[in-house]
């Protein structure tokens, strides 16, 4: 039998194949961050559709860290009560989920937060953003902090399988990881120890607050493709070994920044007419030069974290590596875990457009998945849409 569909286990928790849908913005909440019915409905179907694990969109710890208005929010007691409905629904059929939890740090506006975004450092103003950010100060790091730890014991009272930690494309853990967004030369910065410190003290609230056995992912960035060096594979390498050291149950490998490399992240076609529709007039013609100069860069090279996914492989021991990243044929998942590079196979583009993939994979009625990575699904979150397959276009 291929490997594929055999079990294994993250922490405690036993999946019954290796297929994992990795974690996706939808653009489906409501305004308020509470999960709707077309969030159920496409969690549902996915579900159905026989992956072995589900990590929806982001979730937001903390008002100061949202990242799009119709993201899905677990910074309050209310939301509950819809993540649990979220939850079971999964459950019933048959499905595994965790939650993915997030705070945005600079990759936001002060038109979505009320307030100048936080981020490690106030380096720079970026290129997509515009944002100067507010350099954290000690309290509001212990304050995010705990927001991590609230939102874990939210997730478990949500009845969730467990949490991914977002530590990659750029966002606030990632900040801190990479030395290109966190220049600071106190305890939190200046060294890779010191670096990894919100991190880790992250995992450590965490421990505090859900049973020893609730499993805890990380998706790390392998490479931050910043203007000056970030996180390289290198540097992953050490904080994976952290990571496994700290008892973490998987390590998902990623890479690439909203605000500087987001076609590193979602390779493929670059939809200039889609993300050019999000810009106001008077910013299209800069855009387009902008946005144009990346058509024709990123074509996807199947499995493209595969390289770093095998420099870390070997310090993760025991704890499963999940690689996600434009993996597209059966015979190429088949072998990145015939070789051991992997556990287990993440996937985003295809499962938005063929949510029952992985049914048909095993009954043999597909060798490759359908998704052509023209990055329609997305173009639409800057666009405000709901996420789904627009490779037709956008609804007129
Ligand atoms: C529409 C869209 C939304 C995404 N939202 C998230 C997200 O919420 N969290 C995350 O970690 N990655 C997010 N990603 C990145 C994917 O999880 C994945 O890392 C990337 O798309 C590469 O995998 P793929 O080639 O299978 O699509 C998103 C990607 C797309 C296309
Ligand atoms: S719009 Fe459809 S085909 Fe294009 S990348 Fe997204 S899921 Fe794949």
Redesign the pocket.
Known sequence: MSLLFTPKKIGTLELPNRFVH??????MARGSGEVSDELIKRYEKLAKGGVGLI????MGVHPTGRAYPY?ISIDSDEMIPGLKKLADTVHREGGKIVF?L?HAGRQTTRGMIGQTPMAPSSNGRDPIYFVKPKEMAEDEIREMIKAFGAAARRAGQAGADGI?L?G??GYLINEFLSPFFNTRTDSWGGSDENRFRFLKEVLQEIKTVVPDDFPILV?LNTHDYTPKQGITPGLAVKYAERLAALGIDGV?V?CGTGNYSYMN????DVPTDEFLKALPWWQKPMGRLMIGKLEGKYE?EEG?NLAAARMIKPVLGDTPLFL?????TVAHMEEVLENNDADFI???????REPFLVNKIKEGKMDRVS?V?C?R??A??PNDLP?YCYNKGFPK
């Open positions: 990795s974690a996706t913005y939808e653009g990590i929806p969109g982001y993201q993915q997030n991914q977002h990659a494309h998706k998902e990623s992240m979602c390779r493929g996807l493209y996600v990243g434009g993996m597209r993440s996937m985003s583009r295809p499962f938005i998704c990575s990055n699904c997305f639409a979150i996420v």
